[in-house]
């Protein structure tokens, strides 16, 4: 029973205390702000970032430059982008169809690319960068001109 205890213990603090984000680091560019659960379980600190999220006005572009951790160890995309967008009318939030054309480069090679509109499922990010591809390059641009506010996720991003 003891020995059932230690195991379950381990597992949930690797759970909790994980990086969802590993594999890419932050380089340059468009700064996206860390995604946060609001409660987890960790007695070491603040909850781990569970993705990464821009802001993106109508017509707006961001590009973030990634540096790959562990270039032979991780190699395949992990996570799903996401469009939230919503505009205020007369103190009510409403829902936006804005949409953003998306495309991750791998040391300036085109890897995907694809279109979501807010309101859609997360499109899953398949597909793996070359293995000797050192740098990610996240670009997203708003292909609406509509005047709402919208985020672009990258929920659970990094490399597997």
């Known amino acids: ?59 707006g572009v961001i590009q973030t430059r990634f540096e790959r951790e562990d270039i032979d160890d991780r190699t395949e995309f992990r996570g799903g982008f996401r469009l939230e967008a919503a505009e205020f009318i007369q103190e009510e939030v409403r829902d936006c169809s804005a949409a953003v054309d998306w495309s991750l480069l791998a040391d300036n090679r085109p890897i995907a690319h694809g279109t979501i509109t807010a309101g859609s499922k997360d499109q899953e990010v398949t597909g793996a960068p070359p293995h000797e591809a050192r740098f990610i390059q996240l670009t997203a641009q708003r292909t609406d001109s509509l005047a709402c506010h919208s985020t672009f996720q990258w929920v659970y991003a990094g490399l597997d």
Not at 15 to 41: H, R, W
């Open 1 to 59: 029973m003891l020995l059932v205890l230690v195991i379950s213990g381990v597992l949930a603090y690797f759970i909790v205390n994980s990086d969802p984000t590993e594999g890419l680091d932050y380089a340059s560019g468009d700064a996206p702000e860390e995604m946060k659960q609001s409660i987890c379980f960790s007695d070491s600190g603040p909850c781990p970032p569970t993705g990464f999220k821009w802001s993106l006005p109508a017509s």
